[in-house]
């Protein structure tokens, strides 16, 4: 968490998710050396090395997701924006909410970091697909919910 936020202020254009990524691959060094240090290097056979090594692993994968998700949240949750703001003003009209969390704004802050990702791009007035990571990642979670029998959400046909 230290060192995402260190990062985020000398690379302040770079994504928080990419940072967050970064971040966690190179946290595998001083959690593989330490894990090594305290534990795995007293371990007599080489099944106990490989059974625990996995579970590190498996320990330290599910923090990082863990802390992955309440980073998300804390980035781009619009409930825990809300009640944030609600907290600084102790108490907002509606009106007040709606004008502070702004339709188009929330769509331009998107846009904008999936640019910073790489995974759209701009020409002219038109968003194009430059990568296919996330869309993958969409297309995967679309059919798990298809495959769940969850609706679909709406989609957008500019031909009608």
Known sequence: MLFSRIFAIYRP???NHIIFTICVLVGYIPM??????VFLKY????IELVTAGIHALIIYNALSYSYFHIFNMSETARRIRILNEIDKAKQLKASDVAFIYNADD???????RLMAMHQIKKIGDRYLLDQNL???VAKIVAGCRNLLGFPLPKTFNPKG
């Open 106 to 112: 929330m769509l331009k802050v998107r846009l904008e």
């Open 13 to 15: 254009n770079t994504s």
């Open 32 to 37: 593989g050396i330490s894990i090594w240090e």
């Open 134 to 136: 996330l869309y993958i």
């Open 43 to 46: 371990l007599a056979t080489p």
